[in-house]
C-alpha cells in the first residue's frame, strides 16, 4: 500500500464519517437536499464521481492522477453530468410510473409509492431503471467519454472547460469495440438496471445520493474497461 492509498481511503472517510457521528449534521443534509436538489446533485457527483475516477486511475495506472487527469475539470463536469442525472431520474421515475398505470398497473405503481419493499415496488423500479438506462445511459456515457477525452487533450487544464469541444472528431475517435461491446452490452444490462433498481426502491431523498456512490462503482468499471483496451 502506497502513502497515496492511505491519503484517499482518509479522504473517502473524512466525506462520509461526519453524517454516521452527527445526527444535527445529517439532518442539516436532508434539509438542505430537500430545498435546494440540483445543488446538491452538482456537489454529490462532482465529489464522489471523480473519487470514483481517481480510484479507477489507481487500478489502471498505478497512481490516482496522471498528468493530463485533470481532476478539477472532471469536478466540474461530473457536477454537470449530475445534474442531469437527477433531472432524468425525476423525469423517468414520474413518467413511468404514470405509463404503467395507464397500461392497467395502478395496484403496482401504488406499491411503488409506500414504504417497504414489496414485489410491486420492485417490479415498477426494474421498470425505471431499464428504460433510463437503455435509452438516456448510453448518451450520457458517450458524452462523458468525449468529455475526458477533451480534458486529457488540454493536459488536464482548467481551459478544457471554456474550450469547444471537438465533437465530430473525438465522436469518431471513441473506441466503439469497447464501448458497445463491454461499457454498453455488458455494464448496463448486468450492473446498472439491477443497480439503479435499488436506487429507485429508495426514498426519493437518498436516490441521487446512491447514484453517486455508484460512479464510484462506474470509476472502477472503467478502469476494467480500459485494461480490456
Known sequence: ?????????????AT???FFISADLYMWYKGFNAEHPMVMAFLKFAI???LGEMLGCRISTGAYTTPTFGVLPRMVVWGLLGM????AM???SSGIPAFITNMG???LVAAFYTDGVSWGKFVVALAISVMMNTFFAPVFMTFHKITDAHIAECGGSIKALVTPIPMGRLIKAVNWDVQWGFIFKKT?????????TITFMLPGELRVLFAALLG??????LAIGLKKK
Not at 5 to 11: K, N, P, S, T
Not at 84 to 87: E, Q, R
Not at 216 to 221: E, F, R, S, T
Request: net charge neutral.
Open 16 to 18: 462520509f464519517l461526519p
Open 48 to 50: 464522489l464521481s471523480t
Open 105 to 107: 398497473g395502478g395496484e
Open 188 to 196: 448496463i444490462p448486468l450492473f446498472w438496471y439491477p443497480a439503479h
Open 1 to 13: 500500500m502506497k502513502r497515496s492509498d492511505i491519503y484517499f481511503a482518509l479522504v473517502m472517510l
Open 216 to 221: 464510484v462503482a462506474l470509476g472502477v468499471i
Open 84 to 87: 442531469a442525472i437527477s433531472m
Open 90 to 92: 425525476t423525469v423517468f
